[in-house]
């Protein structure tokens, strides 16, 4: 067998528990999908080209209760504002790697084989970018084929398009539990739910969801960032202490020892 072909093999290994769990939430976003009026060319391609369980889920909810359009995209804007962050955290990992390849590796990225990777180039030194694509690539094809499954089963099963409504607010129930983490979380949260409910009566629209979501994670923001100013100073105290400390005890023994 040559080099290449067991490497393959062994990055298949790797992300085969990644991929089998994509089977049964593609086959249900391709149902769904498929009740939001795509057929199986077109949820083939919104799989390769979003590659996001949660903006697909989206995208078929909101088009299923006939949200605006530009409703839908900046939705999926702000929802998938994360893979920033995500990217930055792989940077130092790819940095030797050349622009185009970071252009094909970001676009076929998401949560689960992000999490795979960092894993891997934290714990692994052999681990590099074209394995870590090869693991994008691969839970792609297992999602894509699962949600082009499911368009076809949704011909099948008859799929009640009011299921959507509980299908969105399970969804962002599901976002917002995974980003509470502390009492700000939980304020800010609080704040946008009472914005949305006051901009959608003001505003006779549901772009009052938009821009409550834009008031209250700017207000988070500032929050959060006002409460940093104040504790850096003593951060950057105690950061300085230890700094010193370890470098200290970076110092030969014999070499403290000559001195006395």
């Not at 839908?72 to 920033?84: G, I, K, S, T, W």
């Not at 099963?157 to 599901?174: C, K």
């Not at 539990?177 to 946008?192: D, E, F, T």
């Not at 739910?193 to 959608?200: K, N, Y």
């Amino acid at each position: 067998m040559k080099v290449e072909d067991k490497n393959w093999f062994n990055v298949f290994k790797i992300a085969l528990p990644l991929c089998i769990s994509y089977v049964p939430i593609g086959l249900a976003c391709g149902i769904l999908l498929h009740s939001a009026g795509f057929n199986i060319l077109f949820t083939g391609l919104l799989s390769i080209l979003v590659f996001s369980g949660g903006a697909q889920f989206l995208i078929a909810s909101m088009l299923a209760i006939h949200a605006p359009l530009l409703q839908v995209l900046l939705m999926l804007f702000f929802l998938e504002m994360r893979y920033a962050l995500l990217s930055a955290s792989l940077s130092p990992y790819l940095k030797n790697e050349p622009l185009p390849f970071l252009i094909y590796f970001s676009s076929s990225m998401n949560d689960e084989n992000y999490a795979i990777n960092y894993l891997k180039f934290a714990t692994d030194k052999k681990w590099n970018g074209h394995q870590a694509v090869m693991v994008n690539h691969f839970s792609l094809l297992f999602w894509t084929v699962s949600n082009m499954i499911g368009s076809t089963i949704g011909n099948l099963i008859h799929f009640d398009v009011n299921l959507v409504n509980f299908t969105l607010t399970a969804l962002f129930g599901y976002m917002l539990v995974m980003q509470v983490k502390n009492l700000l979380s939980i304020l800010v949260a609080g704040l946008s739910a009472v914005l949305s409910v006051w901009l959608i009566i003001a505003m006779r629209s549901t772009m009052g969801l938009v821009v409550a979501t834009l008031v209250a994670s700017f207000v988070g923001f500032m929050v959060e960032h006002g409460l940093e100013g104040k504790s850096n100073p003593l951060l950057l105290r105690s950061l300085r202490l230890r700094r010193r400390h370890e470098s200290f005890k970076d110092i030969p023994k014999e070499t403290t020892d000559d001195h006395e």
